[in-house]
């Protein structure tokens, strides 16, 4: 009978392990005494504890006391993590915990794994604890609350825009509007939302909008044209409205964007057929993307043949007579931002031109400014009844480089309401130290270890500290991931094939000599001889521990070679 009861068991407990390999869980079963009856071969997944501890009989609070020596601590409040949590007060309140009725929490184990601890008592006093991976599902639902923040934040763009935009599927329908847009119709977003075009303006207006719509979302061809709107508050919209196709040829959607150009155009009666003009008033300043310091410097220079104390260009005629089209655009736009109506012409033939054309409208020129590099320039600085400068864009060589290495000595020679070379490079300095130029890594501890099982502690201890950490298996591997990835923590086993810690602690600190920087190194040695421990110090290294290492040795050097080096340099 007893033999029968066994086999019956062992079947049981073998469907049940089953069971728990298929659904991916761990499974720990307790009774009335907290002595462990079952743990399924999953639980070894979640936790690194060894396999004897596991074995049935096994106390809970044997069962506690190895899982935080493993380096695991979870149910600890975030503000307490980094904080040197006390073994006993840790079992004594996970054990508090096992003795709920209900109890559920999400824990992190490691920088990209979390883990459901779920625990039942049951009315006969046994218990029931099961843990399963849900990263991927924490993943989607970060994910999910990111794209939610960037939806939002995307409406708020939008919706600050001043010109009208729309967005509407493959069935033109409306998705999205500003507020700009809603403007228009004197509704707000939810009016609009998921209706047509043919629900918000007449029938003839509705047929040529959805023809385009069409247009565009059958050929993929963008389309523009210029429109006079008529808003349900009788005002004028004078637009540019373009509008593209996007999206998978399964689900295209529609972008029309409406700019807003009413505060630059004069209206005409007849929009369709003359179009709008600029306003008189409008003057458009050329603008880059990109700051050039050669450019600059040459204009401003450049400008000092133009500006001096007693003479204010702000409403002057000036006429630039000058054959480099470089000059050219160099002060005729300086000169249009400081006020004054110019021209440029590229010949002594255009010159007469205009001069004759101004003469004959009775329009003076109030200042003339000649480009030495063209043929016959003396002619037109002799001439008279004309205030008349010469510009020497090809004789500013010395001062143009003093204006870009030693900007406050060519100061000296320019005019003193003219914005001098020296404002351009306020904010340009070398940096000449090192410390500035140091690229902290994409890792923080890089573990050099050739033993599996140490190898496999090293990352249990680092993963619940949620550090970054790379493994590498000899000196030569060590010295390659530290190469590639700066860690801030080097942690170096002495013995290792290949390449000792001691070699590869020299190889390192040789190559940064050139890189100018100091990356931590410690040693981890079964060795505690003084002797051994002079050696790693001789090598370079900063520190030494010992094997078999414990979370709290590992919390300690990173806490001092990583976090307070960290904390100095952000003070």
């Not at 918000?200 to 719509?213: F, G, K, Q, Y």
């Not at 949620?466 to 590639?484: C, D, F, P």
Request: net charge negative; glycine share 6%.
């Amino acid at each position: 009978m007893n033999d029968g009861a066994s086999i019956d068991a062992d079947i049981q407990s073998g469907m049940f392990d089953a069971a728990c390999d298929l659904l991916g869980v761990g499974v720990f079963v307790y009774d009335r005494n907290d002595c462990l009856v079952f743990a399924s071969r999953q639980i070894h997944r979640f936790l690194p504890i060894p396999p004897d501890v596991v074995r049935p009989g096994a106390r809970l609070r044997d069962v506690l006391g190895a899982i935080f020596d493993a380096g695991i601590r979870y149910g600890i409040p975030p503000e307490q993590r980094h904080k040197v949590i006390n073994r006993e007060e840790w079992i004594s309140a996970r054990i508090s915990a096992h003795w709920r009725e209900q109890h559920e929490m999400v824990e992190r184990l490691g920088k990209d794994r979390w883990v459901l601890f779920r625990k039942r008592r049951l009315p006969n006093g046994y218990n029931i604890s099961t843990l399963s991976d849900v990263s991927e599902q924490r993943k989607q639902e970060e994910q999910w609350r990111a794209d939610l923040e960037r939806v939002a934040l995307t409406e708020q763009v939008l919706d600050t825009l001043p010109h009208p935009l729309i967005v509407k599927d493959k069935n033109l329908a409306y998705v999205a509007v500003n507020k700009a847009f809603c403007a228009i119709h004197g509704s707000e977003s939810g009016a609009i939302l998921g209706r047509t075009v043919w629900d918000l303006v007449d029938a003839e207006n509705a047929t040529r909008i959805d023809t385009s719509d069409r247009d565009v979302l059958e050929t993929g061809i963008p389309f523009r044209c210029e429109e006079r709107i008529v808003g349900t508050d009788g005002s004028h919209l004078y637009v540019v409205t373009r509008k593209y196709r996007i999206g998978s040829p399964d689900n295209f959607i529609l972008i029309t964007i409406m700019d807003d150009v009413t505060h630059i155009v004069e209206p005409k009666e007849e929009m369709a057929a003359d179009g709008v003009t600029l306003r008189a008033t409008t003057r458009f300043r050329k603008a880059e993307v990109c700051f050039d310091p050669v450019r600059e410097a040459e204009t401003r220079l450049l400008l000092q043949w133009c500006q001096d104390d007693e003479t204010d260009i702000a409403g002057k005629r000036i006429l630039l007579v000058t054959p480099t089209r470089r000059t050219e655009e160099l002060l005729i736009g300086q000169l249009q931002a400081r006020g004054a109506d110019c021209g440029a012409v590229r010949s002594l033939d255009e010159f007469y031109a205009v001069l004759d054309a101004a003469n004959s409208y009775g329009v003076g020129l109030d200042l003339v400014l000649v480009d030495d590099t063209m043929d016959g320039y003396e002619a037109i600085a002799e001439a008279g009844g004309l205030s008349v400068r010469v510009v020497t864009p090809d004789r500013i060589g010395v001062d143009f480089f003093r204006a870009l290495v030693e900007p406050h000595a060519a100061a000296e020679a320019m005019p003193t309401d003219v914005l001098t070379p020296s404002a351009l490079f306020d904010d340009w300095y070398i940096a000449t130290d090192a410390d500035a130029m140091i690229v902290q890594g994409d890792i923080e501890v890089l573990v050099a270890e050739d033993n599996q099982i140490n190898q496999f502690v090293f990352s249990q201890i680092l993963e619940g500290m949620g550090v970054s950490h790379r493994i590498a298996e000899n000196g030569e591997e060590a010295v390659a991931l530290w190469r590639k990835h700066q860690p801030r923590l080097v942690l170096m086993d002495i013995a290792m094939p290949v390449m000792n810690g001691l070699d590869a602690t020299l190889e390192i600190r040789e190559a940064e000599k050139t890189l100018h920087t100091r990356t931590p190194i410690v040693a981890v040695t079964a060795q505690a001889l003084n002797v051994d421990m002079q050696n790693c110090l001789d090598a370079g290294m900063d520190d030494y521990i010992t094997k078999p290492v414990s979370p709290d040795m590992i919390e300690s050097v990173y806490n001092r070679f990583v976090t307070q080096r960290r904390a100095q340099n952000a003070a």
